[in-house]
């Protein structure tokens, strides 16, 4: 990683722009990497930008073909955030000290992005910011110290992002085939589930809507920093939140409200069903890969115990665990047996207390002399029915995960205590699983 030079990479303007995806529109290698791409921002360490662009008669031909290859992408052909943000959730307590300097150097390269606690896949705001980034960047935050709740500045910082987290809970259940908007089909959508896309036009007009819907990686990576919360006593659970959200050619927006409880119970709920349904086994939009729901969700389990183990979730993550270790290989994202599925799992396996043995192995078995995993692996993808599906891969990223999966573990960020804090969560899953 130190041969990477994260840290030098930056955009015209000197902002650091650290691990930069590679873009494919297949998830069995290749691709373009983001850092290389042109867009007057970034280009190799070797171009000379101004030269290049200063008397180009063609300048605004390419910048016309630029924003047509957005269009048709779905995306904004620019530096992303995402990579870096994933890195630093992995390894932010890791305590060897060359994994340290690349944490923090990358932690820069998102900390302060945020629109008033809601974070963005893409270095501007020309895209919809998100909340699995949201909970991504949150938890990178947290582990890595960056956010102390033991002080006014980290308990006001993480009431910022928790608040952005919780009041992108969606206002009604409404059914797959009435949730098709943006030319996609958002599938159902649950009430106070955390939507992946606010679609509130408070920080972001109309034109970054990108339609209403839930997902389960999402709201594993997003229930981290609300539970830390709550867990330390820093939020009512009884504390009401307002909702709302646009829907694609209404004018007037959708509204409701509800307390902490009732929207984390929804959520915990959502994913918990997920994992004991047996769905996590294909995966989900975003996530091909069955391990990836595995390993975030364990991230919660292993850092709230008091909550999780009322529902048998680490026995079924175990379960789960055991089931890829036999599963037959299929695509790139979905074979278990990619260095970065193995690596995803590994972490999960530590996490719920599992012997990681067979994916260690295999990981110190699949590395390279320069210390990298080259074999193909698909992050997470981007596409709709209007766009081409992309692949987001990185092998920095990949090695970020093969290093916290090889690290000894570290400790939570709180201690185990009694449940009492997560009571009204279990027993409003408790009620709900009643009801149906």
Same mark, same amino acid.
């Given at each position: 990683?130190?041969?990477?030079?994260?840290?030098?990479?930056?955009?015209?303007?000197?902002?650091?722009?650290?691990?930069?995806?590679?873009?494919?529109? @297949?998830?069995?290698?290749?691709?373009?990497?983001?850092?290389?791409?042109?867009?007057?921002?970034? !280009?190799?360490?070797?171009?000379?930008?101004? &030269?290049? +662009?200063?008397?180009?008669?063609?300048?605004?031909?390419?910048?016309?073909? @630029?924003?047509?290859?957005?269009?048709?992408?779905?995306?904004?052909?620019?530096?992303?955030?995402?990579? #870096?943000?994933?890195?630093?959730?992995?390894?932010?307590?890791?305590?060897?000290?060359?994994?340290?300097?690349?944490?923090?150097?990358?932690?820069?390269?998102?900390?302060?992005?945020?629109?008033?606690?809601?974070? %963005?896949?893409?270095? $501007?705001?020309?895209?919809?910011?998100?909340?699995?980034?949201?909970?991504?960047?949150?938890?990178?935050?947290?582990?890595?110290?960056?956010?102390? /709740?033991?002080?006014?500045?980290?308990?006001?910082?993480?009431?910022?992002?928790?608040?952005?987290?919780?009041?992108?809970?969606?206002?009604?259940?409404?059914?797959?085939? =009435?949730? $098709?908007?943006?030319?996609?089909? #958002?599938?159902?959508?649950?009430?106070?589930? +955390?939507?992946?896309?606010?679609?509130?036009?408070?920080?972001?007009?109309?034109?970054?809507?990108?339609?209403?819907?839930?997902?389960?990686?999402?709201?594993?990576?997003?229930?981290?920093? /609300?539970?830390?919360?709550?867990?330390?006593?820093?939020?009512?659970?009884?504390?009401? *939140?307002?909702?709302?959200?646009?829907?694609? @050619?209404?004018?007037? /927006?959708?509204?409701?409200?509800?307390?902490?409880?009732? *929207?984390?119970?929804?959520?915990?709920?959502?994913?918990? @069903?997920?994992?004991? $349904?047996?769905?996590?086994?294909? !995966?989900?939009?975003?996530?091909?890969?069955?391990?990836? +729901?595995?390993?975030?969700?364990?991230?919660?389990?292993?850092?709230?115990?008091?909550?999780?183990?009322?529902?048998?979730?680490? =026995?079924?993550?175990?379960?789960?665990?055991?089931?890829?270790?036999?599963?037959?290989?299929?695509?790139?994202?979905?074979?278990?047996?990619? $260095?970065? #599925?193995?690596?995803?799992?590994? *972490?999960?396996?530590?996490?719920?207390?599992?012997?990681?043995?067979?994916?260690?192995?295999?990981?110190?078995?699949?590395?390279?002399?320069?210390?990298?995993?080259?074999?193909?692996?698909?992050?997470?993808?981007?596409?709709?029915?209007?766009?081409?599906?992309? %692949? +987001?891969?990185?092998?920095?990223?990949?090695?970020?995960?093969?290093?916290?999966?090889?690290?000894?573990?570290?400790?939570?960020?709180?201690?185990?205590?009694?449940?009492?804090?997560?009571?009204?969560?279990?027993?409003?899953?408790?009620?709900?699983?009643? &009801?149906?």
């Amino acid at each position: 990683m130190e041969r990477q030079r994260l840290a030098q990479r930056t955009t015209r303007d000197g902002r650091c722009v650290g691990i930069q995806a590679t873009l494919a529109t @297949g998830s069995d290698g290749g691709g373009l990497d983001l850092y290389a791409v042109l867009d007057g921002m970034v !280009g190799h360490e070797t171009t000379d930008q101004e &030269a290049l +662009f200063a008397d180009d008669p063609a300048r605004e031909l390419w910048a016309t073909l @630029g924003k047509m290859i957005e269009q048709k992408l779905g995306f904004p052909l620019e530096p992303e955030l995402f990579s #870096n943000m994933l890195f630093v959730a992995a390894l932010g307590r890791v305590a060897d000290e060359a994994v340290r300097k690349q944490v923090a150097s990358l932690l820069d390269t998102f900390r302060d992005t945020d629109v008033r606690g809601l974070y %963005h896949f893409f270095l $501007s705001l020309r895209f919809a910011g998100d909340i699995d980034c949201t909970g991504v960047a949150a938890r990178a935050r947290l582990v890595s110290g960056d956010i102390d /709740p033991g002080t006014a500045a980290g308990r006001a910082a993480l009431r910022e992002v928790t608040t952005t987290i919780l009041a992108s809970a969606a206002t009604r259940t409404v059914a797959s085939s =009435e949730n $098709s908007t943006h030319g996609k089909e #958002n599938g159902d959508l649950r009430r106070n589930v +955390f939507k992946v896309y606010l679609d509130d036009h408070d920080r972001q007009g109309p034109e970054c809507d990108r339609g209403l819907k839930n997902n389960p990686v999402v709201t594993a990576n997003a229930l981290f920093a /609300p539970l830390l919360e709550l867990k330390l006593g820093l939020r009512s659970p009884d504390e009401v *939140i307002e909702l709302k959200e646009y829907v694609e @050619g209404e004018d007037t /927006p959708r509204t409701a409200s509800a307390t902490v409880a009732e *929207i984390l119970t929804a959520n915990v709920l959502y994913a918990i @069903g997920y994992l004991l $349904s047996g769905d996590w086994r294909r !995966g989900c939009r975003y996530y091909a890969s069955p391990d990836a +729901f595995l390993c975030f969700l364990s991230e919660s389990i292993r850092e709230f115990p008091e909550l999780f183990d009322e529902f048998g979730a680490s =026995e079924a993550i175990r379960a789960a665990i055991e089931e890829r270790r036999h599963t037959e290989g299929g695509d790139v994202a979905e074979n278990p047996m990619t $260095s970065l #599925n193995v690596a995803w799992r590994a *972490i999960a396996a530590a996490n719920v207390g599992l012997d990681a043995t067979p994916e260690l192995d295999r990981l110190v078995a699949r590395q390279h002399e320069d210390g990298s995993w080259h074999d193909p692996d698909s992050l997470y993808t981007f596409g709709s029915n209007t766009s081409i599906t992309m %692949h +987001f891969r990185s092998t920095v990223v990949t090695a970020g995960f093969a290093i916290r999966a090889l690290s000894q573990p570290a400790e939570r960020l709180t201690q185990i205590s009694s449940s009492a804090w997560a009571r009204p969560l279990i027993d409003g899953v408790a009620t709900a699983v009643a &009801a149906l």
